[in-house]
């Protein structure tokens, strides 16, 4: 089997838009859920506090339950690496994120979870956020090998040109032909990884 | 060409590259803790698979822990149950774990460096995003998420992109009162918190240079906060004999080995970065956050800035920062009265931290509405400090002496704000909520600006007291 079935190629589902940038994960999942050994039930909890706080929150509003495709703005996702974040998006119901920038941790874990985060300009996200706002029923279509994204209630049917579309691997494909990769070298000494450096004999009484 | 520490530790790690054009990069330490890796445990029994390398994997307790009392089994059943399954975790997979037995449990993100784990030319992975702090001993260590801990305990390996590298130059000599976490403060406000996405950092140039190994650690923690998933200082001299004698150093004529691979892994001169910043050390002064994420902060003396000031695409932060903090644009910072101090965390935990903070201390009392607590990093620190007597300071000057953690970095323990309460915390964050209360409030600063603050009650400028 190719690694390359792997490949999540399109989502598609109602949009929903959280304004603002520098999101941290903190915000997406406070840490007091992370006390948990299960991420059974994170969903509901996703922006917990800022639920809370308020009313108005995208994720409080019925007309956004059940939406797929999150918006976001600029560095979404930033700080602390938990994947207690990503995870609640997910048992939320998120299955793509169109963003600015994100946090590299957070979208590293996107990527582990199958949820594919692509990267629009200021420009197409406010007019992204702005069409959902306007028609929230109406459903987004998210392209990765074409990347971009489409909302079908714009008159022109713009195109949000994204970039940053890498392959989107289950961890399963990643890690089963890692193992396979790795095991004649388990028959070597401690440091032989080191051989790609050429020429030089590898310390072998130290880590690397 | 000549080469960057970047490109040849990762070239050393490469076990292939991905047709997705990552690199499967090979782990040479992981490190572990009781938050992040009971899922990932959970998975490798389902896929019945083993701990591939339990050589290079070890584990510690900091982020559920309490630091007041430690009697097994905790007041806070979720601990108490966090814990159990890290024991169990652990012993099941053979893995090493410092726990309070051992005399060695602290932030992992302590003990990696303190026990000599952490070393040049290697790269690290640990469940945490404050890994980049291992980059001080010139490593290229970064934070991954639960299911790619998974992949690390199973094949040694992560799928990794290769980032692009950007230098960071700290040109100049610090004044008095300005320490290592007022230059990182700096460096993230000059640079912002996106800056870094996609790069890693090199610190260098003269005020690097002259660090101390515990303020590199300080220096490269902070990285993640401007964006960048690692950040290192090539190993020199100093970090030589800082890890001289370290328990999991090599030792002996293995040192000496050892010595000449950590040299030749530093950048060469020439080398080419993606990008150069330059920042004057001389013009840093004691920085204070006064927003809602490490880049917004001024220097002591300043005021704090209008939205106006910034790029309209940040204004709306800028105004969420402001009524979050109740704060009013103009306003000074100094002067605004805190409820809480707090001096710990990974980013602040370490000896010479608690060494700044005593020596402020030692000036006063902390004042009568704030709650002051010092948090050693580690228990090695916690037994170091005692034996200088900085307990007995900070003691008799009102704070409490806690035992190890994370504490109120993140307020997963009983260690949070309540309600609106304003904290002056050594620690890395001030995001919403970070502290534990969901309405709490953070000013970052060093901790000798936090023991100034504890005995003023309002944050005050340290080189005043320390004149």
Redesign the interface.
């Known amino acids: 089997m190719s690694a390359t079935d792997f490949k999540r190629r399109q989502v598609s589902g109602r949009g929903i838009p959280v304004a603002g940038n520098d999101i941290d994960t903190d915000r997406i999942i406070p840490a007091r859920f992370l006390k948990a050994v299960t991420f059974e039930g994170m969903g509901e909890h996703a922006f917990e506090d800022a639920k809370k706080q308020n009313p108005e929150h995208p994720f409080n509003q019925k007309v956004y339950q059940g939406a797929s495709v999150l918006v976001v703005g600029q560095n979404f996702g930033c700080g602390s690496s938990r994947e207690h974040a990503p995870q609640a998006l997910m048992r939320w119901g998120i299955r793509a994120i169109i963003g600015g920038s994100f946090g590299e941790i957070f979208f590293g874990n996107c990527v582990m979870l199958g949820i594919p985060c692509l990267r629009a300009s200021q420009e197409d996200i406010e007019w992204l956020q702005r069409e959902i706002g306007r028609a929230p029923q109406t459903p987004v279509t998210v392209d990765v090998e074409k990347q971009e994204c489409v909302s079908a209630t714009a008159s022109s049917r713009r195109r949000s040109r994204t970039a940053r579309g890498i392959s989107w691997w289950g961890g399963r494909g990643i890690r089963r032909r890692s193992c396979s990769r790795l095991a004649p070298r388990s028959k070597r000494r401690r440091g032989s990884c080191r051989t790609s450096r050429g020429g030089e004999s590898p310390p072998i009484d130290f880590l690397f | 060409m000549a080469r960057t520490l970047l490109d040849k530790v990762w ?6 590259v ?5 690199t ?1 990069l ?1 782990i ?2 992981h490190l572990i803790h009781e ?2 890796t ?2 990932a445990f ?1 998975m490798l029994k389902e896929l019945k698979l083993k701990v ?1 390398m339990p ?2 994997t070890f584990g510690t307790l900091d ?2 822990i309490p630091t007041a009392d430690q009697t097994r089994p905790y007041a ?1 059943p ?2 108490e ?2 814990a159990q ?1 890290m024991y169990r975790n652990m012993k099941e997979f053979g893995l090493p774990l410092f726990d309070m037995a051992s005399g060695k449990q602290g932030i992992v993100h302590v003990i990696g460096p303190e026990l000599g ?1 952490s ?1 040049p ?2 790269t690290i992975a640990c ?3 404050h ?1 980049s702090t291992h980059g001080a001993v010139g490593a290229i260590a ?7 801990v ?2 690390v305990l ?4 992560l ?3 290769k980032p692009k590298l950007r230098q960071v130059r700290v040109e100049g000599v610090l004044a008095r009162g300005v320490y290592a976490k007022d230059v990182i403060l700096a460096i993230i406000n000059q640079l912002g ?2 800056g870094g ?2 790069y890693a950092y090199e610190y260098a140039g003269p005020v690097i240079e002259r660090m101390t190994m515990e303020e590199r650690l300080t220096v490269c923690n902070m990285s ?2 401007g ?1 960048a ?1 690692c950040g290192y200082v090539n190993p020199d001299a100093t970090t030589i004999e800082y890890l001289r004698g370290r328990p999991y ?2 030792q002996s004529a ?1 040192f000496d ?2 010595t000449a ?1 950590w040299k030749s892994v530093a950048t060469e001169p020439g080398a080419k970065f993606d990008d150069v910043a330059r920042i004057d050390g001389a013009a840093i002064e004691p920085v204070v956050t006064w927003g809602i ?1 490490p880049g917004m902060s001024v220097g002591v003396s300043q005021k704090i800035p209008a939205p106006e000031s910034a790029p309209e ?2 204004r ?2 800028f105004r ?1 920062a402001l009524a979050h903090m109740g704060f009013q644009a103009g306003q000074p910072i100094k002067g605004a009265r805190i409820d809480v101090a707090f001096v710990g965390s990974c980013t602040n935990g370490r000896l010479s931290d608690l060494r700044a903070a005593a020596e402020v201390a030692k000036k006063g009392k902390v004042a009568k509405h704030v709650r002051a607590l010092i948090v050693p990093g580690s228990q090695q620190v916690a037994k170091a400090a005692e034996a200088e007597g900085l307990n007995e300071i900070f003691l008799a000057a009102g704070f409490q002496w806690r035992k190890a953690g994370c504490s109120m970095c ?3 323990n009983d260690d949070k704000l309540q309600g609106r309460e304003m904290s002056a915390s050594s620690s890395n ?1 001030n ?4 502290q ?1 209360s ?2 709490g409030r953070t000013l970052l600063m060093s901790p000798a600006m936090v023991a100034a603050a504890a005995i003023t009650g309002v944050v005050t400028d340290v080189r005043e007291i320390l004149k």
């Open positions: 070239e050393a790690h490469t076990v292939r991905l047709p997705s054009g990552q499967q090979l040479g330490l938050v992040t009971p899922q959970q591939r050589e290079r982020h559920i806070d979720e601990a149950e966090m399954h784990l070393q030319g290697m469940g945490d995003s890994t970064f934070g991954i998420g639960t299911t790619q998974r992949d199973a094949t040694q390996c799928a990794m992109a918190v996106k996405v996609g993640i906060e964006g998933r150093a090599p293995a080995r050892a691979w994420n695409t940040e709306p932060t969420e993140l307020g997963m964050r995001f919403i909520g970070r534990g969901p309405t």
